[in-house]
Structure formats: structure tokens, C-alpha cells
């Protein structure tokens, strides 16, 4: 079995094509089931699952699988062994981070935000916070960005010095993968739960040049921004998704679980696109 988590990966070509996958939010560890209507539950079960198999049925070659929180809707390790189990299946080396729901129980889904009870829950020991992953031509930081008990996450001071001592100690391309957004996706409900100290996140990375690209989970849509130099990309969830630019609460009904791919070349070029699960 691979060893977890990953921390190097090298290809004959020198370029690492990621697949990112977010905002997972299973709720249960019961096998996948075909029936895509049954119920919440099992939706995003079945989305979970059908996204691997499609996204790894494709022609590109995967080198690496990075998980960007919120893999649980509810803090259970029994639903973490079966994510883990899923993911190790699959024999491709991979690493996942923490998001809200990570550390958080949300009593009353099912009501606004301002009405739910937040329970604080320790993060399964899996996932990881300041982690390395080491390719030829490429340094992948991986941050924890949640806080216990809350929605909105933070890049906390020792957080902010790890990421800019390794940014100074590798000259190599950069990528930072975290949960929570760095820059405002233009939706007030979901801007007000993004991490916390930004501006001062923002000042520091840019005297890095090699800081070439941000992804994160979170906001469940599609986005690309600009900043610093930095190109930042917002990843749609495996399973719902959120309407973009609403300023209160919204389902975007219409948009499909989907998944990121990311090229990194061994020029420091990056190419990035969203997939879509198949109908
Ligand atoms: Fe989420
Ligand atoms: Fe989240």
C-alpha cells in the first residue's frame, strides 16, 4: 500500500498533473449506490466516487491527488476510513487537508447559518498541516487554514513564518493549497467566512516571486483571480454547489459536481481547468 501522506512525487517528464477534489462533505461512510436520487447522503457518496473513476478513466496521467477539506459533514473517523480507503485505492499518491466541517459539527443544516450551533471537534490525525511535497521542478505547501468551532478559517502567524521560510529556502515554482479563500469571490455570505488575516498574508508572499499559483476549496465554484502575481483558483465541490456572486445564501442548482486538474510544467508554467461529473 503507498505510503501516506505523500511528500515527493517525480515523473520521467518532469511535469506533475494534480487532480484537486473539495468540499467532499459525506455525511456517512455507507457504500456508494447507484441511485443518485435516493438521498443527500448517498448524493454525495455517489459523487465522490464517480468523480475518482471518471477523473482517473481520462487520458491525462495523475501524479498526485490533493484533497482540499471539508471532507465530512459530520466529524466521524468511521467516514474518514472510508474516504482514506477510497482514495488509497486508487495507488496514486495523495495528501488532504482540513476545512470547517473538518472541525466543526453544524447542528440545523438545514437553517441559515446565523441560526446553526457550531460544535467544535478535533481534526482526524490524517490530515495534514504544514506539509511539504517535493517535485523536480515544483514545492507544494499544504496548509491547515480551520479553526476549531468556526466557519470562517485564518493563516495564523507561525502558519505565515513556516510558509515564508520554505518560500525562502526553495527557489523552485510554489503552489499553496489551503481550504479557505485568500481573495473575496465577490459573494458577502461566503466572503465573510474566508481566512482571516489576508492582507497581511498577501503582504508577505509578495516578496516571492516563485509564488506562482493558490488553490482552494470553500466557496463550491469555479473561480480564477489574479494577485501578487499569484494566480488563485477556486474549486467547484465533488458534490454541491454554491451560486456565484449572490450576496445572501444560494444553491446553484444548475452547476455540476466538479474537480480541478492542474499541470505543472517543469518550466514553471501551469495550465488549470475545471471538469464537470458526466451526466
Ligand atoms: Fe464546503
Ligand atoms: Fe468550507
Known amino acids: 500500500m503507498l505510503s501516506y ?8 517528464d518532469g511535469q ?10 459525506l455525511s456517512s461512510p455507507v457504500p456508494a449506490v447507484d441511485d443518485k436520487t435516493s438521498s443527500e447522503v448517498s448524493v454525495c457518496q455517489y459523487h465522490f466516487e464517480a468523480i475518482i473513476k471518471q477523473a482517473l478513466n481520462k487520458d491525462i496521467r495523475c501524479d498526485l491527488i490533493m484533497v482540499t477539506g471539508d471532507l465530512v459533514d459530520k466529524v466521524k473517523p468511521a467516514i474518514y476510513d472510508h474516504i482514506f480507503k477510497v482514495l488509497h485505492e486508487t495507488g496514486i499518491p495523495f495528501a488532504c487537508i482540513a476545512g470547517n466541517h473538518d472541525v466543526t459539527d453544524e447542528i440545523g443544516a438545514d437553517l441559515p447559518f446565523f441560526q446553526r450551533e457550531l460544535i467544535a471537534r478535533p481534526a482526524d490525525s490524517r490530515l495534514l498541516n504544514r506539509h511539504i511535497i517535493e517535485t523536480d521542478y515544483w514545492q507544494l505547501l499544504l496548509l491547515d487554514s480551520s479553526i476549531t468551532g468556526k466557519v470562517e478559517g485564518e493563516i495564523t502567524a507561525t502558519d505565515m513564518d ?3 521560510e520554505q518560500l525562502d529556502s526553495c527557489d523552485k515554482p510554489a503552489l499553496i493549497a489551503l481550504h479557505h479563500h485568500l481573495l473575496p469571490v465577490d459573494s ?4 465573510s467566512h474566508m481566512a ?5 498574508f498577501w503582504q508577505r508572499i509578495s516578496a516571492f516571486e516563485h509564488l506562482k499559483v493558490i488553490i482552494n476549496g470553500h466557496t463550491h465554484q469555479e473561480q480564477m483571480r489574479q494577485h501578487e502575481g499569484v ?7 465533488t458534490c454541491y454547489q454554491f451560486k456565484p456572486f449572490e450576496d445572501d445564501f444560494a444553491y446553484d442548482e444548475n452547476a455540476r459536481p466538479g474537480y480541478r486538474w492542474l499541470q505543472l510544467a517543469n518550466n514553471g508554467k501551469v495550465a488549470s481547468w475545471v471538469e464537470r461529473l458526466d451526466t
Request: hydrophobic share 40%.
Open 5 to 12: 501522506p505523500a511528500s515527493t512525487v517525480s515523473t520521467l
Open 16 to 25: 506533475v498533473n494534480i487532480l484537486q477534489i473539495t468540499d467532499l462533505h
Open 162 to 164: 513556516w510558509v515564508c
Open 188 to 191: 458577502d455570505w461566503i466572503d
Open 196 to 200: 482571516k488575516n489576508v492582507d497581511t
Open 231 to 237: 494566480t488563485v483558483y477556486s474549486t467547484p465541490s
